[in-house]
């Protein structure tokens, strides 16, 4: 007959032409470590000339696992948690499961909980949370009664099912102003991010204890919304600051907690006739990609996004095993440049 619609290979079609049984070419699939390496590469020639492809929707039948992680995560605006998605997408895949993300347009409790009951409801198998601010704490406990939950927060408190993965972002925080201290800078000030972000409170976290440590005392805080606009007006006054104060008793140096506010604050000084690193040495946070290109080269913290987003899977996978809650972390990295030497 010809014309009709070309068959689907299947598995026992994979066993025939390898010579072997379905349930090894389902070993294969499955457990290849359990499999003699002679008769795995049989199988797995056999399913490359035929192009079987294993269907998912049947296997989730039997299993009783829909393969698919729910990614809830903060408005792709903010580089953290977009970056961070789009590395737990990237992991994710890389273990054979798919994901389902929704973004969240505000940090209102309704929405939020409504982003966890849609996932829940298609049957998810887990769910990452990449909402770092405080008032998603409620939705992931009633969320965790039905699946497994990992949250991305430094500062949220592993508890029954839930786990939690974070880049030590206090750590980062302490490396900044340690560095600055090290070039000499005494009077350090902070733009802050958004209260209610868990990462912001922990970088802050660190910039306040990395001075008492050293036995200095803050030069200040302004706060900031992540945006270049509001580092650009914190930077106005940390301007009329150093101009009013005189370069004996003025802030030296200002940590931002990201570097949109940093880049808005580098604009900032030079409007104001404030030279960096001269008279204000500015540090970032993040290492958006163009960072190296401001003008002075930003001095800022990488994190490491792509070994965030494969700790997230192990950790679920490991909750979906049945471990109880933990916490896990991932150390950044400070990047030196033009803007703080």
Request: proline share 5%; glycine share 8%.
């Given at each position: 007959m010809t014309g009709g619609k070309r068959r689907r290979p299947s598995m026992v079609d994979v066993a025939r032409l390898a010579g072997v049984s379905h349930q090894t070419v389902s070993r294969v699939l499955n457990?290849?470590?359990?499999?003699?390496?002679?008769?795995?590469?049989?199988?797995?020639?056999?399913?490359?000339e035929l192009g079987y492809r294993r269907n998912m929707a049947a296997r989730a039948l039997v299993t009783a696992s829909s393969r698919l992680i729910g990614v809830v995560t903060a408005s792709s605006e903010f580089f953290g948690p977009a970056s961070t998605a789009s590395a737990?997408?990237?992991?994710?895949?890389?273990?054979?499961?798919?994901?389902?993300?929704?973004?969240?347009?505000?940090?209102?409790?309704?929405?939020?909980?409504?982003?966890?009951?849609?996932?829940?409801n298609r049957g998810v198998d887990g769910i990452i949370s990449v909402a770092p601010r405080t008032g998603i704490a409620a939705s992931v406990t009633r969320a965790a009664q039905s699946v497994p939950m990992v949250v991305v927060a430094d500062g949220f408190e592993p508890q029954g099912r839930i786990h939690v993965v974070s880049v030590d972002q206090e750590l980062g925080a302490r490396m900044v102003v340690r560095h600055l201290i090290g070039a000499g800078r005494r009077r350090i000030a902070y733009v802050a991010g958004p209260d209610d972000w868990f990462d912001a409170q922990a970088r802050e976290r660190g910039w306040r204890s990395a001075l008492d440590d050293s036995g200095l005392c803050p030069a200040g805080r302004l706060s900031g919304d992540w945006t270049a606009e509001s580092g650009y007006e914190a930077g106005r006054a940390l301007c009329l600051q150093i101009a009013a104060a005189g370069p004996?008793?003025?802030?030296?140096?200002?940590?931002c907690s990201n570097d949109l506010m940093?880049?808005?604050?580098?604009?900032?000084?030079?409007?104001?006739g404030v030279r960096v690193p001269q008279d204000l040495a500015v540090v970032g946070y993040d290492d958006t990609a163009g960072s190296e290109f401001f003008a002075p080269a930003l001095?800022?913290?990488?994190?490491?996004?792509?070994?965030?987003?494969?700790?997230?899977?192990?950790?679920?996978?490991?909750?979906?095993?049945?471990?109880?809650?933990?916490?896990?972390?991932?150390?950044?990295?400070?990047?030196?440049?033009?803007?703080?030497?």
């Open positions: 457990s290849p470590e359990g499999v003699r390496p002679a008769t795995r590469e049989k199988v797995l020639k056999a399913i490359e737990i997408e990237a992991a994710a895949r890389a273990e054979g499961y798919g994901t389902l993300v929704t973004s969240l347009r505000t940090s209102d409790e309704g929405e939020i909980a409504e982003a966890f009951t849609f996932l829940v004996d008793e003025a802030p030296d140096a200002v940590f940093a880049l808005g604050l580098l604009a900032a000084a030079r409007d104001q001095t800022t913290v990488t994190q490491p996004f792509e070994e965030l987003g494969r700790l997230c899977m192990e950790v679920l996978l490991s909750a979906l095993a049945g471990e109880p809650g933990t916490r896990h972390s991932v150390s950044p990295t400070l990047r030196v440049r033009r803007s703080s030497v």
